[in-house]
């Protein structure tokens, strides 16, 4: 079964760092481009971070573009989300599924992890 698990969130003050890391199971990792998502109440998940399969290419909103880097480790099926420079309007529920043109498992979300930038 297709499985996320997210971690690496927290409190942090603005300016500040966090890695995010999402373990996977299930599905051929080391084929499938991987992507971070990120949702707020009341609003739609967006997407902000994707990179391919053998991390080639890696492509950013333009809100966290400069300040977050997605990157994957094939071997241990995790995918990873660095982000400093954090701002208020970063504090969201952070996820990771497949796929870079949407969710490849939109029925398989994980629990996600919380990101909250306050001072």
């Known amino acids: 079964q297709v499985q996320f698990v997210e971690s690496g969130g927290g409190l942090v003050q603005p300016g500040g760092s966090l890695r995010l890391s999402c373990a996977t199971s299930?599905?051929?990792?080391?084929?499938?481009?991987m992507s971070w998502y990120r949702q707020v109440p009341g609003k739609e998940r967006e997407m902000v971070a994707s990179?391919?399969?053998?991390?080639?290419?890696?492509k950013y909103a333009d809100s966290v573009k400069g300040r977050f880097a997605i990157s994957r480790d094939n071997s241990k099926n995790t995918v990873y989300l660095d982000m400093s420079s954090l701002k208020p309007e970063d504090t969201a529920v952070y996820y990771c599924?497949?796929?870079?043109?949407?969710?490849?498992?939109?029925?398989?979300w994980g629990q996600g992890t919380q990101v909250t930038v306050s001072s």
């Open positions: 990179i391919t399969n053998a991390s080639l290419t890696k």
């Open positions: 299930g599905f051929q990792f080391s084929m499938s481009a």
């Open positions: 599924n497949a796929g870079v043109r949407g969710p490849r498992y939109s029925g398989y």
